[in-house]
């Protein structure tokens, strides 16, 4: 079993900067691969960002490409993601999630943090 906790999350400006941290511990060979899920009130929970576990491969949904950056540190067994120019539809509950394939499968598969609410103010 992996656990994941995320941390980082907050109020931040439009336009301003913010990165969200994900440790996690136990099981952590079984991990292949980890990322960012969100979810937004009254809507379903979406893929935001994913990497492998070497970070060799990384991708992002279409609506953050060239905004957020997804890293790992595996000395740490730490996942990060920088958030530059966030809008005010990047506020959501970030979720961690750390899977034993890559590319992630989705919200029905591997492990899951609590959250972290980002919120983005104009």
């Known amino acids: 079993q992996v656990q994941l906790v995320e941390s980082g999350g907050g109020l931040v400006q439009a336009g301003g900067s913010l990165r969200l941290s994900c440790a996690a511990s136990?099981?952590?060979?079984?991990?292949?691969?980890m990322g960012w899920f969100r979810q937004a009130p009254g809507k379903e929970r979406e893929f935001v960002a994913g990497?492998?576990?070497?970070?060799?491969?990384?991708y992002f949904a279409d609506s953050v490409k060239g905004r957020f950056t997804i890293s790992i540190d595996n000395a740490k067994n730490t996942l990060y993601l920088q958030m530059n120019s966030p809008k005010p539809e990047d506020t959501a509950v970030y979720y961690c999630n750390a899977d034993s394939t890559y590319p992630l499968r989705g919200p029905d598969f591997g492990s899951w943090g609590q959250g972290t609410q980002v919120t983005v103010s104009s």
């Open positions: 136990g099981r952590t060979f079984r991990i292949a691969a």
């Open positions: 990497i492998s576990w070497s970070g060799a491969g990384a």
